[in-house]
């Protein structure tokens, strides 16, 4: 084989290599099981603030169409895991509290019926899951209440970017196959 030869047979298997390398990422699939912790608690800081760390553990969960979230929460309080447009993802303090005004919140709240719709009252929730649509988490409204301590799962039926929040602490947010938002 001459010198050129040789040199074209480089190229060919850097290119073939390059070729391998950008598949790589794009072949590996999502996983088809993740496990969603809730974690954190109450933090008093003297002279200074009471907040909440509760939080969704991951910011942002990677999973298959037709995967599985497991959602497990290790604090003393409830918590939904509930999916919104990304609009409706709080960004901003206001948004937080307005989540249950004008915002998801309230919806959420009535469509697991933890508000009665006639007085407005709070009551204990009637439906722990709300399915909007075809079956599975989807699209804006399905839900799921989880106990204090308590665990569920949800199937993933959309491959397309999710995004979710709590409904009773709204600052707990974040997206299914997509960027977590900021
Ligand atoms: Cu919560």
């Not at 999973?63 to 604090?75: A, D, E, M, P, Q």
């Not at 007085?119 to 649509?133: A, I, R, S």
């Not at 839900?143 to 959309?158: F, Y």
């Not at 397309?160 to 709590?166: F, G, M, N, R, S």
Request: aromatic share 4%.
């Amino acid at each position: 084989m001459s010198r050129r030869k040789y040199a074209r047979a480089g190229i060919a298997a850097v290119v073939v290599g390059v070729a391998a390398a950008i598949a790589v990422p794009a072949m590996a699939a999502a996983p088809a099981k993740v496990t969603q912790k809730v974690v954190g608690g109450g933090k008093f800081v003297p002279n200074r603030s009471v907040s909440d760390t509760m939080h969704f553990k991951l910011d942002r969960i990677n999973v298959r169409k037709g995967g599985t979230i497991s959602l497990v929460n290790t604090t003393d309080a409830p918590h939904s895991f509930s999916l919104v447009t990304k609009r409706q993802v709080p960004r901003k303090l206001a948004a937080v509290d307005a989540c249950f005004e004008k915002g998801p919140c309230r919806q959420l709240a009535i469509d697991h019926g933890a508000i009665n719709p006639v007085t407005g009252e709070e009551q204990d929730p009637t439906t722990p899951l709300v399915n909007k649509g075809k079956a599975g988490f989807n699209q804006p409204g399905d839900s799921v209440l989880l106990a204090p301590h308590g665990k569920a799962k949800v199937k993933v039926t959309s491959a397309k970017a999710l995004y979710y929040i709590c409904a009773i602490h709204p600052w707990m947010l974040g997206a299914i196959n997509a960027p977590a938002p900021r």
